[in-house]
């Protein structure tokens, strides 16, 4: 039995994917939180959290999009054209960020309020756009001779936005649990206060998207409720709720990594239904991975360098990691 390459590929990229979303939403979650934390210095703490490690979470990103046009140029290709606007809108969320983090630090004291509301305004666009994309990736796209029919406002939709703010609460629990873990004092205090509100309106977020996404995609539910799918699918949600239960406790006390690592698990519970719920289409409605896979031959290839190279971005992502573990005081600088 040969291997099963594009199989291989879509468990990449999906990793890729699930990296990203972890490491780079916190960051992105920050942005999102300084509306809320008006005190310079407590900005100042919160940005110094991800310093050292902010621009080496987008390496997933990097990874995905470059895999997902080795290994599925069709899936690239259509997507990108058919989500042209939301894709525009977030490299330009994510670049007006990159730019702001570094200014913010460097501009005069006139000017850094300017640089605030940048980082701001970067990091929800940023995270709203992938919440757009999502969306509009679990609603499909028609296909006619290899080319997607939608037209170029075809991705804003009631339900496309809403999963952008879906995501942009996901994004702001990760960021506060982050701080939770990585603070301490009066900032970590009103954080922590913060976390719950977040937590539930991250459950909540995700109910809407569950209820909803079944109700406007027959193959969704008959895939979610049929027997015995029904079984093997019901352990998500009663860890959902489990995984929620447990933030909540572990923000009692003195918490520390718990509310992070649960959050996490919430997360991933949701990425997992996401999973469940179009497999085996790489592009809903009607591309499967193995129909929308490259040449054998590029796939073996490019595949040799992803194996390489990932172990090298976990490697040295774990050492920045170690490196800079612990509290961030205010006042420490690590731009």
Request: proline fraction near 7%; charge should be negative; include cysteine.
């Amino acid at each position: 039995m040969g291997i099963d390459l594009p199989l291989i590929w879509f468990l990449v990229i999906g990793f890729g994917v699930m990296m990203y979303v972890i490491t780079d939403g916190f960051d992105l979650g920050i942005g999102i939180l300084f509306p809320f934390i008006p005190e310079r210095d407590h900005r100042d703490t919160m940005v110094n959290t991800v310093a050292p490690v902010w621009d080496g979470n987008e390496t997933w990103l990097v990874l995905g999009g470059a895999g997902l046009m080795a290994a599925f140029p069709k899936v690239y290709a259509i997507l990108l054209s058919a989500l042209y606007l939301p894709a525009l809108g977030l490299l330009l969320g994510l670049v007006w960020r990159g730019v702001s983090f570094e200014f913010r630090f460097k501009a005069d004291e006139a000017h850094k309020p300017f640089w605030d509301r940048a980082f701001m305004s970067g990091s929800f666009v940023a995270a709203f756009f992938q919440g757009v994309i999502l969306g509009a990736f679990i609603e499909g796209h028609e296909i006619v001779d290899g080319v997607a029919t939608d037209g170029v406002m075809s991705w804003l939709t009631a339900f496309n936005v809403f999963c952008g703010f879906g995501v942009v609460i996901a994004y702001a629990l990760l960021g506060a649990t982050w701080l939770v873990l990585k603070t301490e004092g009066p900032l970590q205090a009103r954080i922590i206060r913060a976390t719950g509100p977040i937590t539930l309106a991250t459950v909540l977020s995700m109910l809407v998207v569950s209820i909803w996404t079944p109700l406007t995609h027959p193959a969704i539910f008959d895939r979610w409720f049929s027997l015995p799918n029904f079984w093997f699918f019901l352990p998500v949600p009663v860890l959902v709720l489990v995984a929620t239960w447990a933030i909540l406790r572990s923000l009692r006390g003195e918490p520390h990594a718990g509310p992070f690592v649960w959050s996490l698990g919430l997360i991933f519970l949701g990425y997992t239904g996401l999973l469940i719920s179009i497999w085996p289409y790489v592009l809903p409605p009607s591309l499967t991975i193995w129909e929308a896979a490259g040449p054998p031959q590029s796939l073996g290839f490019a595949l040799v360098g992803a194996l390489l190279i990932i172990p090298f971005i976990l490697g040295y992502s774990a050492w920045s990691y170690y490196v800079f573990r612990g509290k961030v005081k205010v006042g420490e600088v690590f731009h």
